[in-house]
């Protein structure tokens, strides 16, 4: 019985290389957004705190701390909105990440379909040849 040799194996290969590269690229990318993401939400959290505690000082507070939660409520407010605009800056970015591991990934299977049929052909013409060579040793008996 024969060895089965694709002859497209080095392609296989370097797909699968480029594969692991994009799928790499983007879990860089996923991570940098989901931490973006989780200092939106940790600025979201303090803004609100902070909003309820400006109430409750505006209550019952010297004027002295109004102008602290104040001020520090306008500091959050800025820095969510530059977290919000470098997530809405970088969401291309992961589009175009996930896309290219995406075609990498077809492209991948693609030849690896290709191998799958090569190898069910090599091993029909296998089964077919011991058929024959079976044929044979009984038609010499």
């Known amino acids: 019985m024969g060895r089965f040799v694709f002859p497209l194996q080095p392609l296989l290969d370097e797909r699968r290389r480029k594969e692991e590269e994009k799928q790499l690229a983007f879990v860089r990318v996923k991570t940098a ?15 609100r705190a902070r909003g309820r505690a400006l109430h409750e000082c505006a209550m019952t507070g010297p004027t002295a701390n109004l102008r602290l939660y104040d001020a520090n409520l306008r500091y959050l407010e800025r820095a969510l909105r530059s977290h919000e605009r470098r997530n809405a800056e970088s969401a291309p970015a992961f589009d175009r990440a996930a896309a290219e ?40 008996r």
């Open 33 to 47: 957004r989901d931490e973006r993401v989780r200092e939106c939400d940790h600025l979201t959290a303090a803004l």
């Open 101 to 140: 591991l995406l075609d990498a990934n077809r492209e991948r299977r693609l030849v690896e379909k290709l191998k799958e049929r090569r190898l069910q052909e090599f091993e029909r013409e296998e089964a077919r040849r011991d058929e024959l060579e079976l044929d044979e040793a009984n038609a010499r």
